[in-house]
């Protein structure tokens, strides 16, 4: 059956996996956004629910002061007996930690502390219920993997610590895993560094410990060498065995937008089938040579779940069943809680939004923190971008949005953003456009709002394109974005403005779409919609 390539798209790195019966659950990273590792789950690999997030509480997650892409890196999920475990590293705050819970939608546990540096954390548990850590380390001044006995809910050391591996060859050896099959330990890690030379490569040994050989084919997937590939930067897997024994790989990867090799979108979640060659190592994807391709063709699981057959279509260029995700997003202020795709940008202080639902509004409120200020909290939701080509519509309130400016931006962290928002100064109400870029910012348009006007509505439009992000705006006795009205370009923005390859400090993330305010209310009215273009061909 046909899927799509990614799997869960925009930002969502690093993921990891886990099968309990028929049932998967992923997560991953989230650095500086609050709250912390989404749990995504499915039964067939192609259609995800965000279900909750591992981290919760500030308690879990303290991020003040965390720098742009720190806080939450390369999260672990696995279930052993009845609990699952999460563990990762928090690089801004005490390191290493875990977490468990016997209720993959309740409530997890505080953190465990672990002492040991590094990051990209692991467990694994063999066959005589010893559970095992690995994570990146130094040992005696040889950098590499490191792993010992643990306990999972105490996160105490039970054993020496041992140096595993320094990798295959490759710079930057991390996200290792540990799996047991057919009398081997495979250790399977990332190299490469999490930009166009990505790849991953596996070893294996028959003593936890190693020595470890590596697999006579690495990397078992890397498209460094594939520069014509839409698909790059390939790497930071996780391999999971479904019911009917068929195996995958998730990992991470990015689509660039342009033969520039730039990417915007952030680094997204992939899928491939694994199949096992003669000598016991794993192969990926149907070509042999570790490349991936945006549509494939694979045995899914669970053919026969509701989520398979309501999202099956025909693919017209094969006329082969197609297992459609929808990725369109549309997120509703008529209910009593902020819908699970709206994260905050670090600790947010929840007396700052305010969702009625009686009459569908949020209202934010703003302090003099903007958006351009690092490390810290602004008032501002923000969800993820999830294809090249969409449209994005959105209500205010003129009259009641008294912020110094409050509005909609597209937004990267707070060097990178453009802002399409309501202004208010000693002249009067404003529509306005800015842009910021490293050091620069300067606002480029300012629509004055007459006075008669204030008891309508702005209505915002953003479209995007493997070009850049289109700014709309009307005014109007409506909050219904899809009524037959005239919209107004105010600005537009180039993607290479909001790509991690510009960022002027390594970045991880991607960019959101996102509700601000500053120095007063914001209201946002009925919703937000974001349409995906269905004419998107996943081609350059």
């Known amino acids: 059956m046909l899927y799509k390539n990614p799997i869960i798209p925009g930002y969502n790195p690093d993921p990891s996996i886990c099968r309990v019966g028929s049932d998967f659950y992923l997560v991953n990273s989230t650095f500086e956004f609050f709250p912390g590792v989404p749990i995504y789950h499915s039964r067939n690999l192609v259609n995800w629910e965000l279900t909750g997030y591992c981290l919760t509480r500030r308690s879990q997650l303290e991020l003040e002061g965390c720098r742009n892409s720190g ?17 990762t590293t928090n690089v801004t705050d005490k390191g290493n930690f875990v977490i468990h819970t016997d209720d993959i939608n309740g409530e997890w546990s505080e953190p465990a502390w672990i002492d040991q540096g590094g990051i990209d954390p692991s467990l694994f548990w063999d066959d005589d219920d010893k559970c ?40 930057c050896a991390e996200g290792p895993h540990i799996y047991r099959k057919d009398g081997f330990y495979y250790l399977m890690i990332a190299e490469g560094g999490t930009e166009y030379a990505h790849r991953e490569t596996m070893q294996r040994s028959d003593n936890i410990y190693g020595p470890y050989i590596p697999c006579p084919h690495n990397p078992i997937i890397s498209h460094k060498e594939y520069k014509k590939s839409e698909i790059q930067a390939t790497g930071h897997a996780d391999l999971v065995e479904d019911e009917n024994g068929n195996w995958w790989l998730v990992f991470l990867g990015i689509r660039r937008f342009s033969h520039a090799l730039l990417h915007n979108l952030g680094r997204e979640t992939f899928l491939a089938p694994v199949t096992w060659d003669e000598e016991g190592w794993p192969v990926v994807g149907y070509n042999g040579n570790g490349t991936i391709e945006l549509v494939m063709d694979a045995p899914l699981p669970g053919s026969d779940c509701a989520d398979t057959i309501a999202n099956t279509v025909i693919d017209k260029s094969t006329g082969l069943p197609l297992i459609h995700a929808d990725h369109s997003i549309n997120i509703d202020f008529h209910t009593d809680s ?5 994260q905050f940008t670090r600790n947010p202080d929840m007396s700052r939004y305010l969702l009625n639902s009686a009459n569908g509004t ?48 597209a937004y990267y962290n707070n060097d990178y953003h453009y802002e399409i928002y309501i202004g208010n100064d000693d002249n009067g109400k404003y529509i306005g456009f800015y842009k910021h870029i490293h050091d620069m910012g300067a606002e480029l348009a300012r629509i004055p709002v007459s006075r008669e006007d204030y008891n309508l509505h702005l209505l915002v439009r953003i479209d995007t394109d493997r070009e850049g992000y289109t700014f709309s705006y009307a005014i109007a006795d409506t909050v219904n974005p899809g009524a037959r009205i005239a919209y107004e370009k105010i600005g537009s923005g180039l993607n290479a403005g909001l790509s991690t390859e510009g960022t002027r400090t390594m970045t991880f993330t991607g960019t959101l779409f996102s509700l601000f305010a500053e120095n007063g209310h914001g209201v946002f009215e009925n919703g937000v919609s974001l349409a995906i273009n269905p004419d998107e061909n996943y081609t350059l």
């Not at 806080?71 to 999460?86: E, V």
């Not at 990146?136 to 993997?145: A, H, K, N, S």
């Not at 902020?338 to 709206?342: A, I, M, S």
């Not at 949020?362 to 969800?383: A, M, Q, R, V």
Request: hydrophobic share 35%.
């Open 132 to 171: 095992y850590y690995c994570s990146t380390g130094v040992l005696d001044g040889v950098r590499g993997i490191v792993a010992f006995e643990i306990d999972p809910l105490t996160g105490e050391i039970l054993s020496d610590k041992h140096l595993i591996s320094e990798g295959c060859g490759g710079q």
């Open 362 to 409: 949020l209202t934010l409120t703003g302090t003099d923190i903007t958006l351009n200020e690092p490390g810290k909290s602004p008032t501002i939701l923000s969800f993820k971008q999830p294809e090249f080509t969409t449209t994005l519509t959105a209500a205010m309130s003129i009259k009641d949005s008294d912020a110094r400016r409050c509005g909609i931006a």
């Open 338 to 342: 902020l819908d699970k795709r709206l």
């Open 71 to 87: 806080g939450i890196y390369a999260p672990t999920i696995r279930y052993h007996k009845g609990t699952f475990y999460m563990i």
